[in-house]
């Protein structure tokens, strides 16, 4: 039985994509973005996929868990590091590197004594104002990391870009310059760049990369899609028409009677909705496939049903199928039109959409 509402992930996508990071950053090691499941795409199935990485990162401490227990060896670094020291048991006993970002951490680390050790991504604040040490508090930082026994000799050093996103806003190269010039006397590999640093600004490309959204084929910049960057998306959202019928003039469709009929038409009724992750702000007009031509949604997104306007298609019934975002239609066109940004559609996708594997 097909399921109502499914992604296909095309799995051979996510090497071009890893492909086309190497292509722009040729001598940096790659550290795959795979948290949040893998932008939605599942942590495991990605992580396979992207065997041969230099590193895996995610956010928290039970994603890198996942990974470990799930048999892969690589190197996983925890982008938010951890915040009790329960916490910090495991990426001992897991062997997961961490961020160090806050004083409480390293509280925690100088408190511990024993053979072990884990490798540490000292992280600076260069002006996202989000995690880091501002770069006057490197050095006692790092001479505080250094006598640390539990941590690796060879201690890393990152930041992450607050506006690389966009190619006219000064504020990156400033965070490029701000940490080159506070971490040059250190030894330690360095790292910097996004998706967005990778292939917009060659100056942020440093040791290490940390792509995410990339890999998932889509774009970082607003105002391009995937496909304008030689990316290709992974995944696809499909459904069908579960019913097709007319609507007279005047006539309201969905809750709120939002959408007033101004012609007569055929309507059609999609079986996805927000329960199934699709946006519940895609504005109508909002592109869908349907038998392999956009038609426009109409009406408000509803849990389980979005609706349709199928005049172009007055032979469309039941069961013909839709595609709700993938190749023919950029997920960063939807998300454009629901007023949010690709990577909240593909890592909002529910446990109710099954997924299938190209
Ligand atoms: C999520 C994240 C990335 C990847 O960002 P993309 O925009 O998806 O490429 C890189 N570094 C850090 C610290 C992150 O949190």
């Not at 069961?319 to 939807?334: F, M, S």
Request: some cysteine; aromatic content about 8%.
């Amino acid at each position: 039985m097909i399921p109502a509402a499914y992604a296909i992930l095309d799995l051979d996508a996510v090497q071009h994509n890893l492909a086309v990071v190497r292509h722009y950053a040729p001598d940096a090691k790659v550290m795959a973005v795979i948290k949040a499941n893998g932008y939605g795409h599942g942590l495991l199935r990605i992580a396979e996929a992207l065997q041969g990485v230099d590193a895996y990162a995610v956010a928290r401490v039970d994603e890198g868990i996942r990974l470990r227990n799930a048999g892969f060896a690589n190197r996983i670094v925890v982008l938010e590091g951890f915040t009790y020291a329960d916490e910090l048991d495991a990426f001992m006993n897991y062997q997961l590197d961490t961020v160090v970002h806050s004083s409480v951490q390293l509280e925690l680390l100088d408190k511990r004594h024993e053979n072990n050790q884990i490798t540490v991504w000292l992280k600076l604040d260069t002006g996202m104002n989000r995690l880091g040490f501002k770069v006057r508090e490197l050095d006692s930082v790092y001479q505080r990391l250094s006598a640390c026994s539990v941590i690796k000799p060879s201690i890393h050093l990152m930041t992450h870009l607050a506006s690389a996103d966009d190619k006219n806003d000064a504020m990156t190269l400033r965070q490029i310059r701000l940490f080159d010039e506070a971490v040059a006397k250190y030894p330690g590999q360095r790292s910097i760049a996004n998706s967005a640093g990778i292939l917009g600004w060659p100056a942020a490309l440093a040791e290490w990369v940390r792509p995410g959204v990339m890999l998932y084929g889509i774009s970082p910049f607003p105002e391009l899609v995937g496909s304008q960057l030689d990316l290709k998306p992974v995944m696809s959202l499909h459904s069908r028409l579960i019913a097709v019928k007319p609507i007279e003039k005047g006539d309201t469709v969905g809750y709120g009677g939002s959408w007033r009929c101004e012609k007569s038409t055929l309507l059609g009724v999609v079986a996805i909705g927000y329960g199934d992750g699709y946006p519940r702000y895609a504005s109508p007009g909002t592109p869908v496939f349907v038998n392999g031509k956009r038609v426009p949604l109409i009406g408000r997104v509803s849990m389980d049903m979005i609706t349709v306007d199928l005049e172009t298609q007055p032979l469309a019934k039941p069961g013909d199928p839709v595609i709700l975002w993938g190749e023919h239609l950029p997920v960063e066109e939807i998300a454009h039109c629901a007023g949010t940004i690709p990577y909240t559609l593909v890592c909002g996708i529910t446990q109710r959409v099954q997924i299938v594997c190209d």
